[in-house]
């Protein structure tokens, strides 16, 4: 839309509100209608919010009496009428300033109030009032607005990244758009006034669309809404749609972190303290601090200093301040390309910049925004503001190698080599955005960046290896036995070294906790630094160490005397229950209908054989379980009062579902067939598998079972009943079964 057609909307829309005041009998002096923060995008199109106030000079509502209040009502009809979501109030003057000194977000609404009928010197006396009161109370008031946005930020996240971003309320839309033009109006800090313009009349223009897609007033966009948003924008698909409303809000982002950065240090000086000159702290060659933002120093020869602009992001970074986007713009234009390979600075600096925690987010985004990453690192263009494929991520994928780097920060202590830990972490998922599987595609990528920045061969061949298999550890410790000497084997025929081992153990935690808390629970973890421990002992003796105690449990009397002996422990957010009891073929599965039955939902769960009996421990996510009602429960079906077969009957995969995946895995292990299943997070998959195993007299040595956000990956390792793996024709007659169990095919 053209600025030409936003006018003349507003005027339409203006004079729809003045003639439904003139009907009404509206005054010429002493009231006004007023509009707060506009009409959406400035017209009344459909879902958009008007936000009236008709206000009054004092004594005007206590002359007219109940006229005052019937022509407000005879104001707001019409408007409702035409269909338009009307938020209205009747106020004096007196009473706004009152609303407006009592809370900081309605003053800074106010600071955008227009005049849309009546007396126009009213509106004037407003603004003005509310606009000096704003400025004469900005230093108290500030600091309030401030965390009322962190607030916000940390409940919604980043526009730029999440998986279904907010345009209204996420970092970067349209709420900081309107808190940066109330910066701004402080006369405190400078933000680029066209520029943010810019970015929030096309956002206005995404939420139009997204309305008229969604056919309701929403702000939020759902995955289903990228392909009818890029037909309504214009666009060629639904990824560059992503891409033009991910730009606009790291843009508004940007500009939202640098102004407050600069209000914060506003507001830390006083009028009378602020020198003529900005002082200049010397912190590196050519590279100074002034006024809390890293600028370059007098002496700095940008065209003779080809690390300049490195160097310059690593002091900001290591000390969490402001890379003043103007000198990073001046460095991208002057300073000489990085020559092949990097000098030693270049690749220490990089070092430092990456491993710099916290402090780096705000300098990524400033060589973003200045086109300073196309020439440190031009591959970073195949993952920018690249979508994730899984629902575990939070972010886009350049997003979340940015937070794996931050999260590599904190364990450089724990390895070696950290140098090569945080390279390794910005380019795990480099191989994104094709169709070749990243880990594989990502290696000889990291490779050729590695070589690039200066690394021996040494050093390469290490970031290519863990690159490539930055998930092993993470895939063997949740789906295969720890007790399997296979498990080990699948682990260290990979990555043969404790160092290398120990490189990957940081990166596999740095990796889950930037994806999401889930994909960090304290079960997750305890299996990975569990098997991480293992493998590294098997790798510095030669021998595979027993697991920790906490796999041998003391078997309870009642166990021992053939009976079921059933705890419950409390845990954060649910329980581990643990079930001890005589094993035989279908215990699982009559186990698993207890929890299914009484749609407990199951987190994670390990089973296991000790001395003559079986043991399984769930964390499930119930915290009120009852031990006796379990017991009872499975009492129950064990003899066979209750039939779970039919209340946990498999159903169809519903439509857009993925079909679940059976796979045996004959190489996982020496003396069990694994069969891993792959499936939607629901009630009864367990019992359904362990069941369908049951029914060919198989027996279930151990099972893993993972929940990662809307799947379950679940793995049993099966034997004969009378122990041993199965053989070909019996693993492919359980796979079927399985399939057939969970599909109900």
């Not at 007396?119 to 004469?136: E, S």
């Not at 839309?173 to 006034?193: E, F, H, I």
């Not at 005397?561 to 643990?578: K, L, M, W």
């Not at 099972?703 to 492919?732: I, K, W």
């Amino acid at each position: 839309m053209t600025a030409a057609d936003r006018t003349a909307r507003t005027e339409s829309a203006d004079a729809l509100c003045a003639k439904a005041y003139d009907d009404a009998g509206g005054l010429d002096t002493g009231a006004a209608l007023v509009a707060v923060g506009g009409y959406g995008r400035g017209d009344m199109a459909p879902f958009s919010d008007l936000d009236l106030v008709l206000v009054s000079d004092e004594g005007v509502a206590e002359e007219l009496g109940e006229r005052w209040a019937e022509m407000a009502g005879q104001v707001w009809y019409p408007l409702w009428d035409t269909g338009a979501k009307l938020d209205h109030s009747v106020r004096s003057l007196s009473e706004m300033l009152t609303a407006a000194e009592a809370d900081v977000r309605v003053a800074s609404g106010l600071l955008d109030v227009r005049h849309v009928a009546g007396d126009y010197n009213l509106t004037i006396r407003l603004r003005t009032t509310i606009l000096a009161q704003w400025r004469r109370q900005a230093r108290q008031r500030l600091p309030e607005l401030h965390e009322i946005v962190r607030s916000r930020h940390r409940l919604l996240g980043e526009l730029a990244h999440l998986s279904m971003p907010d345009l209204k309320e996420s970092e970067g839309g349209l709420r900081d758009a309107t808190v940066l033009k109330s910066l701004t109006a402080t006369w405190l800090v400078d933000v680029p006034a066209a520029d943010l313009e810019r970015c929030r009349m096309q956002l206005l223009d995404v939420r139009d669309v997204l309305h008229e897609t969604a056919g309701r007033a929403t702000d939020r966009i759902a995955p289903e809404h990228w392909e009818p948003l890029a037909e309504g924008l214009d666009l060629p698909d639904e990824r560059a749609a992503q891409r033009y409303v991910r730009e606009l809000g790291r843009r508004v982002t940007h500009l939202s972190r640098l102004a407050w950065r600069r209000t914060d240090d506003a507001l830390r000086r006083t009028p009378a303290a602020r020198p003529r000159r900005p002082a200049l702290d010397r912190i590196a060659p050519g590279v100074a601090l002034a006024q809390g933002e890293v600028v370059l120093d007098k002496g700095a020869r940008p065209s003779e200093d080809p690390v300049l602009l490195l160097r310059a992001a690593a002091e900001a970074a290591t000390r969490d301040v402001v890379l003043a986007p103007p000198t990073a713009a001046r460095l991208v234009r002057e300073c000489p390309p990085l020559p092949d390979p990097w000098p030693d600075e270049a690749r220490q600096q990089v070092v430092r910049l990456l491993a710099a925690g916290r402090g780096l987010l705000g300098v990524w985004e400033t060589l973003e925004e200045t086109g300073a990453l196309s020439r440190i690192l031009p591959e970073w263009e195949r993952i920018r503001l690249l979508p994730h494929a899984s629902a575990i991520h939070r972010f886009t994928v350049d997003r979340h190698v940015v937070e794996t780097c931050v999260e590599a920060s904190a364990l450089i202590r724990e390895v070696s080599r950290p140098d090569v830990l945080v390279v390794a972490a910005l380019l795990h998922d480099i191989g994104k955005g094709g169709l070749t599987e990243h880990s594989v595609a990502g290696a000889p990528i990291a490779r050729e960046i590695a070589e690039r920045m200066g690394f021996g061969a040494e050093e390469v061949d290490l970031i290519g290896q863990l690159v490539r298999w930055h998930l092993l550890l993470a895939d063997l410790a949740t789906t295969r036995d720890p007790d399997d000497p296979a498990t080990i084997d699948a682990l260290t025929e990979h990555i043969r070294t404790p160092e290398a081992l120990a490189l990957l153990t940081a990166l596999s935690e740095a990796d889950a906790k930037a994806a999401s808390a889930k994909a960090w629970s304290s079960w997750r973890a305890g299996l990975i630094l569990d098997l991480s421990r293992r493998a590294r002992a098997a790798l510095q003796q030669g021998s595979v160490p027993p697991a920790f105690p906490v796999e041998e449990i003391e078997v309870p009397e009642l166990a021992l005397r053939g009976d079921t002996a059933i705890t419950v422990e409390p845990v954060v957010d649910g329980a581990r229950v643990t079930i001890v009891a005589p094993d035989r073929v279908g215990l699982l599965a009559d186990v698993a209908a207890m929890f299914a039955l009484r749609r407990v939902p199951v987190r994670a769960a390990r089973v296991w054989s000790q001395e003559e009996v079986a043991v399984s421990a769930w964390d499930v996510a119930d915290e009120h379980l009852d031990p006796g009602a379990l017991r009872d429960q499975l009492d129950g079906i064990t003899a066979r009062r209750v039939d779970p077969a039919t209340r946990l009957a498999p159903r169809p995969v519903p439509e857009g579902e993925l079909d679940p995946t059976v796979v045996v895995r004959p190489e996982a292990s020496d003396h069990a067939t694994v069969i891993e299943v792959r499936a939607a997070d629901r009630l009864g998959v367990v019992y359904q598998v362990s069941a369908a195993l049951a029914r060919l007299q198989m027996t279930v040595r151990s099972a893993h079972v993972s929940t990662l956000g809307p799947q379950a990956v679940d793995v049993f390792y099966v034997q004969e009943e009378a122990a041993g793996a199965l053989s070909e024709t019996r693993a492919a007659e359980a796979a079927h079964a399985v399939r057939a169990a969970i599909t109900g095919a």
